[in-house]
Nanobody
Framework: QVQLVESGGGVVQAGGSLRLSCAAS????????MAWHRQAPGKQRELVAH???????NYADFVKGRFTISRDNAKNTVYLQMNSLKVEDTAVYYC????????WGRGTQVTVSS
């Protein structure tokens, strides 16, 4: 079992920045890739960024150049640095880990005001 706890969400003005963290616990030795997804009201959950165990990253087109995913395997934590935030980035952001199966965190709310 893997437990994921996100933190760092909040309210920020458009153009601002936030840094999300996702701390993993439990069977952390089994964790491979990790990712951030988001879900806005009335919309489907969508992939934001993905990072492999070796540090290779992929981003959704709508965040390229603005968001950066990283991980600290010593701290069992994955981060999402979000810069130049837009109102349309408002969503609940979820952490995901692959460890034999998919594990999700409970999410952290990000609200970007105009």
């Amino acid at each position: 079992q893997v437990q994921l706890v996100e933190s760092g969400g909040g309210v920020v003005q458009a153009g601002g920045s936030l840094r999300l963290s996702c701390a993993a616990s439990g069977s952390i030795f089994s964790i491979g890739a990790m990712a951030w997804h988001r879900q806005a009201p009335g919309k489907q959950r969508e992939l934001v960024a993905h990072i492999s165990n070796g540090g290779n990253t992929n981003y959704a087109d709508f965040v390229k150049g603005r968001f950066t995913i990283s991980r600290d395997n010593a701290k069992n934590t994955v981060y999402l640095q979000m810069n130049s935030l837009k109102v349309e980035d408002t969503a609940v952001y979820y952490c995901l880990a692959l460890a034999g199966r998919v594990y999700w965190g409970r999410g952290t709310q990000v609200t970007v005001s105009s």
